[in-house]
């Protein structure tokens, strides 16, 4: 398993390369599990994962109590999730998720082994948290769109 520091970035890498092809969505969002995802659903909720992480994180490190998640997250669909999505919103979303991959690459990296792995009543260790946000759950549930040519 890669350095917590690279698992983010390594995640992103791979939402991205699967968004190369959302441009070309029929507008039908797609069922995964109970839900439903569309390629504007699945970057709000990677940037909104990586941000409330972030913000858990950073208030354990400086030793105040996090704000609890008072997001909907998946469970709505909302009318902005619905809209097309064209070249230049994958453009905004690389911009915007690389950016926070790097934010947590250099955090995490700049993080001690006791420090990632320090365990706290009732949350995860921040290593577990960097293992949660490498799941690309989100990007995966849209998927590679059938009929595009598949980047490498």
């Known amino acids: 398993m890669p350095e917590p520091n690279r698992m983010i970035e390594q995640a992103v890498s791979h939402a991205l390369r699967l968004a190369q092809s959302w441009p070309h969505w029929d507008g039908t969002p797609i069922p995964a599990d109970d839900r439903f995802y569309t390629p504007h659903k699945a970057i709000r909720r990677i940037g909104d994962h990586l941000i409330d992480h972030l913000a858990e994180v950073e208030a354990r490190l400086a030793g105040v109590p996090t704000i609890p998640d008072r997001w909907h997250a998946s469970a709505i669909t909302t009318p902005g999730d619905l809209a097309v999505f064209t070249a230049a919103d994958l453009a905004e979303a690389e911009s915007r998720l690389t950016r926070l991959a790097q934010i947590w690459t250099v955090r995490l990296a700049g993080l001690t082994a006791e420090q990632l792995d320090r365990r706290e009543p009732g949350a995860w260790t ?22 595009v040519p598949q980047v490498r």
């Open 126 to 147: 921040i290593r577990e948290i960097a293992e949660h946000l490498s799941d690309t759950y989100y990007a995966d549930a849209v998927g590679w769109l059938s009929g």
